[in-house]
């Protein structure tokens, strides 16, 4: 079901607004996952999509958070943009783009952050930068005049969410909380206590 037209603008004027006030990095957010051996794991990434059908971010497969979203496809996101007071949550199942959504990003990318997603194994040990920049310089020369292709292991995951909710600092800790639930096939709006 998707994310109702209410939401989804009441999100992008968040967005706006932070951008506005100069925040440093609007698109950040937590992105938490189930670890592997249980427990939970959280990490900052960048937003760089949201639609009607979720939230898309972008990584290596093989990485921690990929590796967990594989064993179960669930994430919570945590927006919070302090120079206006306002954090989002958002609770939901994960799924990868599609290929050619990946490939369309990919190729948007700055050419050397594509030479670095063939490059990094990400989250694997490292012996030394030093080789992984070697490696940098040995993909630009095999890849000199012509476009850098998406690896196969560098996708979208796109976090469909069940649960959207809205924080918005008051005084004296009165804050106000509206959390957007997706029940069945439909969305309901609720109030929260703060």
Known sequence: MNIPREVLQEFGDCMEAAVKAGETEPTAMTVATPGLGGGVAARMV???????????????????????????????????????????????????????????????????????????KQSQPMKSRARMLKNVVALEARYIGRPVPRPPHWSGYRVIPHMIEFWTHRNSRLHDRFRYTLDEEEWTKQRLFP
């Open 46 to 120: 960048l937003l760089k999509a949201f639609d009607e059908q979720g939230f898309v971010f972008y990584t290596n497969l093989e990485s921690n958070k990929g590796r967990q979203i594989s064993a179960s496809p669930q994430a919570a996101l945590v927006f919070y943009w302090k120079t206006i007071a306002r954090q989002v949550l958002v609770e939901g199942r994960v799924e990868l783009v599609s290929g050619q959504e990946a490939d369309d990003y990919f190729a948007s990318r700055d050419r050397r952050s594509q030479l670095g997603a063939w490059a990094s």
